[in-house]
């Protein structure tokens, strides 16, 4: 079974950090690439970042640019968002999502980042 | 950045009615548009991808057309379990950008 499990949210103060993990598991994970969406809460998706399968490639939203990394490891089948100057719009659920045939397909169940002043 | 509007925000319709929802891109991304389906609490699931191409275990009730700049949704004969905010996404260019969604409730 094709799964994706997220982990490392939590209530951290204005200006912290916290470094987001997705465990994948049922398919080969360094053929795909990999993406960050979140959701703030009661509000639509937004696109956070792209990794290629290789690692070689990033992708980030203007609005995380600078302060979030994500980064993978294949041989452990993960990939990790750290997030860094963290601010009160950037509370939201974080999904990591397989990125397949240029599609997200599938989700993780998500993982939620509060940041309280 | 492409921008992804979708219409209505939210439509109230019966169980067995036929619903249509828009998505209009800022420019051309040809056929690179998804649809997906969110109910509450839970991840969002990719239901068309490449415009009109039905997801594997998607139901036929839903189908999507359109290239362009002008997308559309359609269910044909809503089910009680099809009742969720749907949103369309471009793949075209990155930012990869989403609509706002469009919450289907009960009528």
């Known amino acids: 079974e094709v799964q994706l499990v997220e982990s490392g949210g939590g209530l951290v103060q204005t200006g912290g950090s916290l470094r987001l993990s997705c465990a994948a598991s049922?398919?080969?994970?360094?053929?795909?690439?990999m993406n960050w969406v979140r959701q703030a809460p009661g509000k639509g998706l937004e696109w956070v970042s792209y990794?290629?399968?290789?690692?070689?490639?990033?992708y980030y939203a203007d609005s995380v640019k600078g302060r979030f990394i994500i980064s993978r490891d294949n041989a452990k089948n993960s990939v990790s968002l750290q997030v860094n100057s963290l601010r009160a719009e950037d509370t939201a659920v974080y999904y990591c999502?397989?990125?397949?045939?240029?599609?997200?397909?599938?989700w993780g169940q998500g993982t939620l980042v509060t940041v309280s002043s | 950045d492409i921008q992804m509007t979708q219409s209505p925000s939210s439509v109230s319709a019966s169980v067995g009615d036929r619903v249509t929802i828009t998505c209009r891109a800022s420019?051309?991304?040809?056929?690179?548009l998804g649809w997906y389906q969110q109910k509450p609490g839970k991840a969002p699931k990719l239901l068309i991808y490449d415009a009109t191409s039905l997801q594997s275990g998607v139901p036929s009730r839903f189908s999507g057309s359109g290239s362009g700049t002008d997308f559309t949704l359609t269910i044909s004969s809503l089910q009680p379990e099809d009742f969720a905010t749907y949103y369309c996404q471009q793949a075209k260019s990155f930012p990869i950008t989403f609509g706002q969604g469009t919450r289907l409730e009960i009528k």
């Open positions: 990794i290629s399968s290789s690692g070689t490639t990033t």
């Open positions: 049922g398919f080969t994970f360094s053929s795909f690439n």
């Open positions: 420019q051309g991304i040809a056929s690179w």
């Open positions: 999502a397989t990125e397949y045939s240029n599609w997200f397909d599938p």
